[in-house]
Nanobody, 121 residues
């Protein structure tokens, strides 16, 4: 599985941004998908995850109510809609995939290259 993340950029606090992740491979519906982020000097953390069917999602407490993860299985795409961005959201964002029918938040197998999100105050 190859993952290509895009959509990052420099925005101001309160702005919105949508990240996209394009996946290759024939069995996209086998995969749980997630977005992680890593800020300078911090460990990588899960931001949101979505089940293979899209029927269940997980959000980190820090982004609940502001971020929305979604997927389009026909297009093999995963999205992260981010609203009301805060300076503390500044990080490199990675999409990830795992061959799992549940909703894992750790031990993802495949990773995209990352896209930088910078939120100025």
């Amino acid at each position: 599985v190859q993952l290509q993340a895009s959509g990052g950029g420099l925005v101001q606090a309160g702005d919105s941004l949508r990240l996209s992740c394009a996946a290759s491979g024939r069995r996209f519906t086998n995969y749980a998908m997630a977005w992680f982020r890593q800020a300078p000097g911090k460990e990588r953390e899960v931001v949101a995850a979505i089940k293979w069917s899209g029927s269940e999602t997980y959000y980190a407490d820090s982004v609940k109510g502001r971020f929305t993860i979604s997927r389009d299985n026909a297009k093999k795409m995963v999205y992260l809609q981010m609203r009301n961005l805060k300076p503390e959201d500044t990080a490199v964002y990675y999409c990830a995939a795992k061959n799992d029918y549940d909703l894992p938040t750790v031990l993802y197998t495949w990773w995209g290259q990352g896209t930088q999100v910078t939120v100025s105050s």
